[in-house]
């Protein structure tokens, strides 16, 4: 029964995203296409962004830019983002 469980993962800037249950992975949405990718990496050191003495049992990772589509790469080498805001 597990093994058919659907989850909806949440990205924000994208629409509700469906996908069967799996391995830790994360998300990559293409601003240009809006289509989302699966990366399987993750970093070991994301623990540490939390506080000290915190202790991080999930997180989730939603990473923004450009896929290597070729009309992607070409949209995003015509219309440059923004340069993000200071924090
Ligand atoms: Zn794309
Ligand atoms: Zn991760």
Same mark, same amino acid.
């Given at each position: $029964?597990? $093994?058919?469980?659907?989850?909806?993962?949440?990205?924000?800037?994208?629409?509700?995203?469906?996908?069967?249950?799996?391995?830790?992975?994360?998300?990559?949405?293409?601003?240009?296409?809006?289509?989302?990718?699966?990366?399987?990496?993750?970093?070991?050191?994301?623990?540490?962004?939390?506080?000290?003495?915190?202790?991080?049992?999930h997180h989730t990772l939603a990473l923004y830019g450009v896929c290597a589509d070729p009309a992607c790469?070409? @949209?995003?080498?015509? @219309?440059?983002?923004?340069?993000?805001?200071?924090?």
């Open positions: $029964m597990e $093994m058919n469980a659907v989850e909806m993962v949440e990205i924000p800037g994208a629409p509700p995203h469906y996908e069967s249950k799996r391995a830790h992975h994360h998300h990559f949405l293409c601003e240009v296409c809006r289509k989302i990718y699966t990366v399987e990496n993750c970093s070991p050191d994301i623990g540490r962004l939390a506080p000290p003495a915190f202790t991080l049992r790469v070409q @949209n995003a080498l015509r @219309n440059p983002p923004p340069a993000a805001p200071p924090q």
